[in-house]
């Protein structure tokens, strides 16, 4: 049976899918996004990450099943990069789908379509990021070519599994119109993207890259403001033809 590595576990959060969830944050991530606010979770081998079975990680989630059930809510996987530990994850949502626990992943999708294809028969919903929908973009943005992202997310969408998009919007890096405008006409003819969330860039977790010795480059960046983040959702919704949310 395979065993997790488990940064931390939320239990009542009310940010990552419907209703109320449970939300297990995975240790381990491949992507260096420049904006990250958990950089504590890309080591997979730190020794501050606990190791869980997938009873212990069902013994956590069954205490909130009532939540669960009075809220539409459920299990969320986040991470770090959840898909890095999918046999794991693969488990523990075997065991939900026993209780009728709705089950959501929080991926990048840079990995193997494969890995992905391999828990779409468990997972109701994809909280799936487009870091950036051009490539070199991309590549500077997350140190990491975003093909395998277009292509997982088409392959989800062809097989009729619910998405919804997470594009974190960073001032210089992510909020081009032009850019913008072709990731809208990308997700418009995704008929499983049922809501996109843009996220305003903020730089809460930029002591944690401090205290781990890491340079944090956006130190420079300010968070966008209300107004351009309501522009650029009216610049979304209108050309995908999509719900546009803008989470605080
Ligand atoms: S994918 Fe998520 S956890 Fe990994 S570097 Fe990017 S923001 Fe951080």
Known sequence: MPIGKVHSIDTFSTLDGPGIRTVVFMQGCHLRCKY????DTWNPTTAMAREYSAEETMQVILRSL???????GGVTFSGGEPLLQAEFVKEVFKRCQ??????????????ATE???DLLPFTKLFLADIKHINNEKSLNLTGANNRCNNENLEM??????????????????TDAEDDLLVMADFISAMDSVTRVDLLPYHSLG??????LG???ELDNIDPPSHERMQELKSLVERRSNKQVFIPT
């Open 156 to 173: 989800i969408n062809n097989k009729q599994v619910e998405i919804w998009i997470r594009y974190v919007v960073v001032p210089g890096f």
């Open 98 to 111: 026993e209780y009728n626990i709705h089950t959501a992943i929080d991926t990048s999708l840079y990995v």
């Open 66 to 72: 009532p939540y669960f059930q009075a809220s539409g």
């Open 115 to 117: 890995t992905v294809l």
């Open 214 to 216: 890491l340079k944090y």
């Open 36 to 39: 990250c606010q958990n950089p």
């Open 206 to 211: 930029s002591h944690k890259w401090k205290l």
